[in-house]
């Protein structure tokens, strides 16, 4: 077969002195085009469906034209190809039935160290370049081969080969992927790592799951709370006797789980005493115990009181203002001389207790009505630790909200989000029940909402329909005064009219009555920004005449 034959569809020329000297039987008008478009330097370029490839030499330019139909399918100099092959991360190299090396992108050149394009692997390996030719291996197995490969620059490689056969089952080229192992091997040592830190994690994670302890709500983001928590953290360690004052639902008793968790006794029990839940003539036989016959109706064998059975841990006097003045001598015996002594028994038994006590009431004031024994007052307040309420520590609202209601989902399996007006009044709510309370609108909202999403209309309407609640008020005239204050409606209009003119006479107030913004938010129970904002909102001044 002859050259013309094998290379019918293709053609060149060659120009020198800006004329043609010689030519194949190229056409005219594609050789004029071709002239036309070069410009100087260029090695290649593209025109009417050819690929014009030109060369320097000593007797011209050369122009070596071929058909896309055809270099697309052998031609490695094809642009779209060299661009897409070395726009790959690995090296690649392209190699025909013979072993030459017909291409090498530029990340094999890199890695390897070397340019091989145009060599036959077998004299690379002769000169000592390379240990092995992943080419050769596959020309005689003709099948895929992945080896390790060392080259002249001492890096170890991992080469794969693979055939390409032509539509007559013969071996037409070999396409080699190398990939430097370095980098592999770093990422290796990575994912080991990372694999025994998140094998550490989860076991700290199940640890912590296992822990009773770690079920609680107590949620410390506002710098009051933090307090309370880092005041928690010292004393801890300490068996001292703990005082946990603050209104109802503030939290008393996850601040006793979290004192005992970080405890020594944290393997041991705690144990919760409500003093004024249980009833006066059986509160002191709970605490302290009996023998057989110490009363009617008492076991034959006698029984161990709350004291005894929490010795090791804790024990968490709740309410401890409603315990009995009779009680509160015993409680101190407890606590000076570290045992007790059962109903109708003479006999001391002692006990290796941590007392941590509890009240909403005002203790020292019960001390001087005679209502609380002095010396278990004094003896029960060596660390104090008061708890402020809700209002006062109104950042702690919002990750509340939403811890709740990750507990409501685990609980019911309900899953509830919340948009951002109904958190809005959440967090201006002033919540007397405080975290309890808080807790128990959560749960109700997510239990009676008929969608997904908590919205602020409905927020409002479970607000609205909780009446006011009155404690703690034994003088008639303040309920009385009370009662004339929320009775006799000040303002006119709908009701969300009333609200709003009711919220700028409160702001007024409190803008004429303080001398800077900061005090007037710290006086109404929000934050300096709620404060400026709502002032903008309602058009208001620092300056404003407050007549209307």
């Not at 293709?10 to 070069?38: A, R």
């Not at 410390?220 to 109802?248: H, Y």
């Not at 709970?286 to 009363?295: C, I, K, R």
């Not at 019960?366 to 008061?386: A, C, K, S, T, W």
Request: glycine share 6%; charged share 25%.
């Amino acid at each position: 077969m002859s050259i013309t034959q094998l290379h019918k569809d293709e053609h060149f020329f060659i120009v020198k002195n800006d004329e043609v000297m010689f030519k194949s039987d190229i056409q005219i008008e594609l050789l004029e085009k071709i002239i036309k478009k070069y410009s100087t330097g260029t090695d290649s370029f593209e025109v009417e469906g050819y690929f014009v490839h030109v060369l320097e030499t000593s007797q011209g330019t050369l122009f070596y034209i071929k058909p896309f139909m055809q270099y697309s399918n052998i031609d490695f100099l094809n642009p779209l190809s060299i661009k897409v092959l070395n726009s790959i991360s690995d090296g690649v190299t392209v190699c025909d039935s013979d072993g030459k090396i017909l291409f090498q992108n530029d990340i094999d050149i890199e890695i390897v160290g070397i340019d091989l394009m145009g060599r036959f692997a077998k004299d690379v390996i002769a000169e000592g370049l390379m240990s092995d030719s992943i080419s050769m291996k596959v020309m005689e197995s003709k099948e895929k081969v992945t080896i390790l490969q060392t080259f002249i620059n001492g890096k170890c490689f991992l080469v794969s080969g693979k055939p390409i056969f032509d539509e007559y089952g013969e071996l037409q080229y070999v396409v080699a992927i190398t990939r430097d192992m370095t980098q592999l091997k770093l990422l290796e040592k990575e994912v080991k790592k990372l694999e025994v830190q998140n094998e550490n994690f989860k076991n700290k994670l199940h640890a912590l799951h296992n822990k009773e302890t770690t079920k609680s709500s107590l949620i410390a983001v506002s710098s009051e709370m933090m307090q309370v928590v880092k005041r928690v953290m010292r004393v801890a360690e300490v068996d001292s006797t703990v005082l946990i004052g603050g209104e109802s639902g503030v939290g008393k008793e996850e601040i006793t789980k979290l004192i005992h968790a970080n405890s020594r006794r944290n393997d041991k029990q705690i144990l919760t005493i409500n003093c004024s839940a249980i009833p006066e003539n059986l509160l002191e036989s709970e605490l302290f115990g009996y023998e057989a016959g110490a009363f009617t109706g008492a076991a034959r064998g006698g029984k161990a009181g709350l004291f005894e059975i929490a010795s090791g841990g804790t024990v968490f006097l709740d309410e401890i203002g409603e315990m009995p003045l009779l009680l509160q001598a015993k409680l101190l015996r407890v606590l000076q001389e570290s045992e007790v002594q059962r109903l109708g028994s003479g006999k001391p038994i002692p006990i290796d207790v941590r007392i941590i006590a509890a009240t909403n009431r005002n203790l020292a004031e019960m001390v001087r009505q005679g209502h609380f024994r002095e010396d278990l007052y004094y003896r029960l307040n060596i660390i104090p630790i008061e708890i402020p309420p809700l209002r006062y520590r109104r950042q702690d609202i919002i990750p509340l909200v939403y811890h709740f209601l990750a507990v409501v989902e685990e609980k019911y399996g309900i899953h509830r989000t919340i948009e951002s007006s109904a958190m809005k009044i959440l967090e201006c709510f002033e919540w007397p029940g405080n975290v309890r309370q808080l807790k128990n609108m959560v749960e109700r909202i997510c239990l009676l909402a008929t969608q997904p999403e908590i919205t602020a209309y409905i927020v409002q309407q479970e607000l609205d329909s909780n009446p006011i609640i009155i404690r703690d008020i034994e003088n008639p005239v303040e309920i009385q005064n009370i009662q004339e204050q929320v009775v006799t409606p000040k303002f006119s209009g709908t009701l969300k009219e009333q609200v709003v003119a009711f919220e700028k006479q409160i702001i007024k107030e409190a803008l004429s009555k303080f001398p800077s913004i900061r005090q007037a938010a710290k006086s109404l129970g929000c934050d300096q920004s709620t404060l400026v904002r709502k002032i903008q909102k309602l058009q208001l001044t620092k300056q404003i005449s407050y007549k209307d």
